[in-house]
């Protein structure tokens, strides 16, 4: 079917069926996808991993992202961390709802992209709210990079868990839907690991380094500890764009510049194989 022929097949079908019709769903797959911005490089900056640990960790991963705009296009998001931990405590004790937990996590990533956006401001990096994403373009043409809060912009409407109030969507899952949403080139998280490991080695001596794995196999495995959020998987799992992540050690310079560059320096996760 030619591209125009499925247009049409697809606003033919919207324009009778219910939104929820299988022809339509299945219409709607087969209209081409237009990448946004195919050539930018998502990067997720952790919160607790390194916003938490002060200039030591965070001036260098500044160093190296003010080196590296100036051959990339960067997105920067960032996690919430310790301190978004503990707003969650607070309000999940006060009995509070998870689209609370969500807006206040939501403030928090939002304090560190601020404190980065003025690490980064001699360098004209801007800070970017959720609500003028549709600016990023000129940011990026003007910058070579911007800043984002990492958490989805859902507050009152994040998704209900299956337990328990914490948010299910966060600052993981909320950098990877701007990649995949965009049509970006890569999505890298940069964490205080090597990548992701058969447990957590900041407490178990024995958990074993996985150097890449796919959505599915990762799932199987059930894992106790992951680290990155298990929504990201789910996501994955339906990627159009970005059918791999990789996570790096942040506290070892270089690996950043490397994994935009495209080596595997971390652990990859695969979409499928």
Known sequence: MTEAAATATLESLLMTRSLSDPELIAASDAVPDHRILPDVTVLKVGGQSLMDRGAAAVHPVVEELVALKRTHRLLIGTGGGTRARHAYSLAAELGLPTGVLSDVGS????????????????????VVGAGAF???????????????????????????????????????????????????????Y????????????KNDANATFIPEVTVGELIAMDLPDLV????????MRHARHVRSVQIVNGLKPGLVTRAVAGEHVGTIIRSST
């Open 228 to 235: 990155v959020e298990r929504p990201v998987l789910e996501l």
């Open 134 to 188: 549709s600016t990023l373009a000129l940011y990026l043409q003007e910058s070579g990079a911007a800043i984002f809060a990492g958490m989805p912009p859902y507050d009152m409407w994040q998704r209900v868990p299956a337990a328990g109030v914490i948010p299910p969507y966060r600052t993981d899952a909320g950098c990877y839907l701007v990649a995949e949403t965009y049509g970006c080139a890569n999505m890298i």
């Open 107 to 126: 403030a928090v990533a939002g304090q560190n992209a601020t404190m980065l956006g003025y690490l980064m401001a001699r360098h004209g990096v801007p």
């Open 190 to 201: 940069i964490k205080d690991e090597d990548g992701l490991y058969t447990a957590n080695p």
